[in-house]
């Protein structure tokens, strides 16, 4: 099955910092990106879509400039967590869609853990 | 207005036997339907999925039913095992291109040996 990576997994960092994670596909290229914020025992809830090469997608109550998304190349996506408080602890997840395969198909990385002190 | 409802909340099964778990979707544009599993700390990983043109599809000891008048599909784990325990979900989504997934709450299914 195809293979989404997750960089790094696990971040631990000081309240008003910035980290940034990274979401690779390995063996196919990835049209559409998606992030998602997991919380301890609830579902996924979606964050933001992004398309390759053009600006993401929020979902309502999402602040797209605490989270800052880039899509820069069909295997690569990027979130960046600005200016980290510590409510922005939690699992996020990145999944990836690609042309070629059934279009419908998303593979999910592994997810990050980020604790903010 | 939850899309997707999933029942029941937990499951507990013994060896052997066979887990169901069970999806209601509101919105009749969703024609994909996949569902997920996801062990503690790691991300989902796609278990098996169907499309609203079968009732059901069978991938080794999981089987989807789906039943489109219902607007319900449900997982069938048979010969369960302690290593199925995890967190399933159910999802949904439109066709297209920007579609994308709702998912259901989830259910935390525990395999006894």
């Known amino acids: 099955g195809a293979v989404v990576s997750q960089h790094p997994s696990r971040v631990i960092c000081k309240s008003g910092t910035s980290v940034k994670i990274e979401c690779r596909s390995l063996?196919?290229?990835?049209?559409?990106m998606f992030w998602y914020r997991q919380f301890p025992k609830q579902s996924l809830m979606l964050m933001a879509t992004s398309n390759e090469g053009s600006k993401a997608t929020y979902e309502q109550g999402v602040e797209k400039d605490k989270f800052l998304i880039n899509h820069a190349s069909l295997t690569l996506s990027t979130l960046t967590v600005t200016s980290a408080h510590p409510e922005d602890s939690s699992f996020y997840i990145c999944s990836a869609r690609g042309g070629g395969r059934a279009t419908d198909t998303q593979y999910f990385g592994p997810g990050t853990r980020l604790t903010v002190l | 207005q939850q899309q997707v409802k999933q029942s029941p909340q937990s499951l507990i099964v013994q060896k052997g036997g066979i887990s169901i778990i069970n999806c209601a979707y509101e919105?009749?544009?969703?024609?994909?339907f996949p569902w997920y599993q996801q062990f503690p700390g790691k991300g989902p990983a796609l278990l098996i999925a169907i499309r609203p043109d079968v009732s059901e599809k069978k991938e080794g000891r999981f089987t989807i039913s789906f039943n489109k008048s219902a607007k319900q599909f449900s997982l069938h784990i048979m010969d369960s095992q302690p290593g199925d325990s995890a967190t399933y979900f159910c999802a949904a989504s439109r066709p297209g291109a920007n579609s994308k997934l709702t998912f259901g709450k989830g259910i935390t299914l525990s395999v006894r040996p």
């Open positions: 063996d196919f290229q990835a049209t559409t």
């Open positions: 919105n009749t544009a969703f024609d994909y």
